[in-house]
């Protein structure tokens, strides 16, 4: 972006201005549609219930348990009165034996009376069997695999910074804990033309004022200043909106807590970037001095 044009212009509305959030119904700017890819949810589905909600995964569980259970009730039926202590013809009853039987209760009111049930609770049991440690295992894999609770900025801000026009964003740490060694890295999307005249979407490393920090415990606020260097240097506010540049952040520390190396991401789009605009202070010191943090204002964007 040129020394001027960035800062002088100021294209944003009024309500870019204002706490932000993503536009309603607006799509995460990383998803994207894949057409023709032959991969999907049972190609992979260790990576899918690992990587899905809890409540997704739980509801998973729940219909599986209960479809094994209803299949298994319906076999004992087929063989007829088979079921010892059970009434006969009653699929209720079979249903509970199979939970039974499933998850070795044995209650000992009813059990398998002929050859029949006694091989259909065999493959039962081995079915429970290998159906409890597969959930046992994804439930530990699940809760155990390490989150990074990074709060992003909705906002990128270009505004001056000791005189030069600087692209500004902040995170913060959300959880109470200390990441340590942690490092940021700022890369832009923009479409280029070869000299074959083939367009072509490249990334281009945008060099932070300071690109990492020993420990990252509140809040930190990148900085890109915008000179000669810079791959966005001579780009207005309009071009910026029509090449539909994207700007990519990514960090990875590790957790002091977990011992473990987390990342986590962000993609902002043109659209996000606010003009001559600052972040609102977020950090103050109590008359006891402590340092307070308010989130309320972390997305919080004043112009200037």
């Not at 609770?149 to 913060?172: C, Q, W």
């Not at 932070?208 to 930190?220: A, E, I, K, N, S």
Request: proline residues 6%.
């Amino acid at each position: 972006m040129a020394a001027t044009s960035p800062v002088t212009s100021s294209p944003a509305t009024p309500g870019a201005a204002t706490p932000g959030g993503h536009t309603p119904g607006r799509r995460d700017p990383g998803e994207v549609l894949r057409v023709g890819a032959k991969q999907g949810y049972t190609d992979d589905a260790y990576h899918f219930l690992l990587v899905a909600s809890w409540p997704r995964v739980m509801l998973l569980v729940a219909s599986v348990y209960l479809g094994i259970n209803t299949l298994f009730a319906g076999l004992y039926m087929a063989g007829g009165d088979n079921i010892t202590g059970a009434r006969p013809g009653s699929f209720t009853d079979a249903f509970f034996f199979s939970v039974q039987t499933f998850s070795t209760i044995g209650y000992g009111v009813m059990s398998p009376k002929n050859y029949y049930a006694h091989v259909v609770v065999m493959l039962e049991a081995f079915v429970g069997l290998v159906t409890v440690a597969m959930a046992t295992g994804l439930m530990f894999a699940k809760f155990s695999r390490p989150t990074a609770r990074v709060l992003f900025s909705d906002k990128m801000v270009i505004a001056p910074r000791n005189g030069k026009p600087t692209l500004m964003f902040r995170l913060a740490n959300e959880r109470a804990n200390d990441i340590i060694e942690a490092s940021f890295r700022l890369t832009v999307l923009k479409p280029e033309v070869s000299a074959e005249g083939e367009r072509m979407r490249r990334m281009h490393e945008l060099v932070l004022v300071r690109g990492d920090t020993p420990l990252f415990t509140l809040t930190f606020q990148a900085l890109h200043v915008i000179d000669d260097t810079s791959p966005i240097h001579g780009m207005t506010p309009e071009q910026v909106a029509s090449d539909h540049l994207r700007f990519i952040v990514t960090v990875t520390g590790l957790d002091a807590t977990f011992a473990t190396t987390i990342n986590a991401r962000r993609i902002y789009e043109a659209e996000d970037i606010v003009y001559n605009a600052r972040f609102a202070d977020v950090l103050r010191n109590l008359p006891d001095g402590q340092l307070e943090l308010d989130y309320r204002k972390f997305h919080d964007v004043l112009p200037l």
